[in-house]
């Protein structure tokens, strides 16, 4: 049971929108920068988003992020098959001491 | 190029010991925290272990406290997962990962160790 509760799945068609969201509590999403990562089959997380709402250089734009409360949403636009993979949030935790992760959700591009 | 080389994984009984080591470039290592965090077959990520800068700041997860010792070598740029007391549940992909200023979240990872625990 992950701290941060993602959905299992997502899916969507090429040049759809999805969003993929990921709910905490005020330990941690609540008072604490929101991270996304992506990982594609067989290889390590690359990150996606940092805080909250932040893209690394040479991450599309197509990617988004959000926080809300103890919410977060990632958007990504003009789906593409290349997108298929896990995705996970995370965010560190003030009662925990540590960083807590979601349980990852599988994006499926149809 | 920020590059981390994850080592020292392999085979070992439960009970057994394992000490990982993650070597890193790129950057200047001795300015940023790190962490330790695993992937359990076909499970999701699990953080286990962070270690600020300096060392002076060290935190474990529960599934892992009194077994597990971090530690680092700024001056050989080098990360490391000493593993006592080894159980199956320990079984997974080990990824250093180097944590994004001033958070103790990771930007960068390796490419993992896979650490496997069986008789």
Known sequence: QSVLTQPPSASGTPGQRVTISCSGSSSNIGSNYVYWYQQLPGTAPKLLIYSNNQRPSGVPDRFSGSKSGTSASLAISGLRSEDEADYYCAAWDDSLRGVVFGGGTKLTVL | ?119
């Open chain 2, 1 to 119: 190029e920020v590059q981390l080389v994850e080592s020292g994984g392999g085979l070992v009984q439960p009970g057994g010991s394992l000490r990982l080591s993650c070597a890193a470039s790129g950057f200047t290592f001795s300015a940023y925290s790190m962490n330790w965090v695993r992937q359990a077959p076909g499970k999701g990520l699990e953080w286990v272990s962070y270690t600020s800068s300096s060392s002076s700041t060290i935190y474990y997860a529960d599934s892992v406290k009194g077994r597990f010792t971090i530690s680092r070598d700024n001056a050989k740029n080098s990360l490391y997962l000493q593993m006592n007391s080894l159980r199956a549940e320990d079984t997974a992909v080990y990824y250093c990962a180097r944590n994004h200023l001033p958070t103790a979240i990771p930007d960068y990872w390796g490419q993992g160790t896979l650490v496997t625990v069986s008789s």
